[in-house]
């Protein structure tokens, strides 16, 4: 510390000012927090000002919470366009890797004979990925006896008093 800063150190301000002085917040005592022990409240007067802080804390905390979904939304919906750029490029280079390799099979078959094979490929390709996703579907469609079809007609029925139920 350079002795040439003005009001730096405590001889710049005479003694230090950090612990307590006359005109402090310590002055008359404890630190101020809003507590006047002079104004007494009945109880009454106390229990009429708690809905009024309860609305304000739910108040706060809905604030709270709207900034926060509104903070995540804007990271997810950064996120989601970040994948679709991806996924547009990604689709892009996919053109040039099936390209290549016509292109590299052309180098040992004529041209025409590349491009069929490989076309051929991708066709397999799409068919198997096709009956894959029919079998997901069909599993996904298929009635489940004691699935939660079941499970709420059960609860309906003990609400009325139908049926046989547990107690």
Do not use: C
């Not at 950064?78 to 679709?84: C, T």
């Amino acid at each position: 510390m350079s002795t040439s800063e003005p009001n730096s150190g405590p001889s710049a301000n005479g003694p230090s000012t950090s612990g307590p002085s006359s005109t402090g917040p310590r002055a008359n005592g404890p630190i101020n927090n809003g507590f006047n022990p002079k104004r007494k409240r009945g109880l009454f007067s106390l229990i009429g000002d708690v809905p009024g802080q309860i609305t304000t804390l739910v108040k706060a905390e809905i604030a709270a919470f709207v900034a926060e979904i509104k903070d995540k939304a804007k990271n997810l919906g950064l996120g989601i366009g970040l994948f679709v750029v991806a996924g547009a490029f990604a689709f892009f280079a996919l053109g040039v890797f099936i390209a290549l390799a016509i292109i590299a099979l052309a180098l040992v078959l004529p041209l025409w004979l590349s491009a069929l094979i490989v076309a051929v490929v991708l066709l397999v390709i799409a068919v198997i990925l096709v009956l894959i996703g029919i079998g997901r579907v069909k599993a996904a469609t298929k009635p489940d006896p004691d699935g939660i079809v079941a499970s709420i007609h059960h609860d309906v029925d003990a609400l009325k008093g139908v049926g046989d139920y547990g107690h």
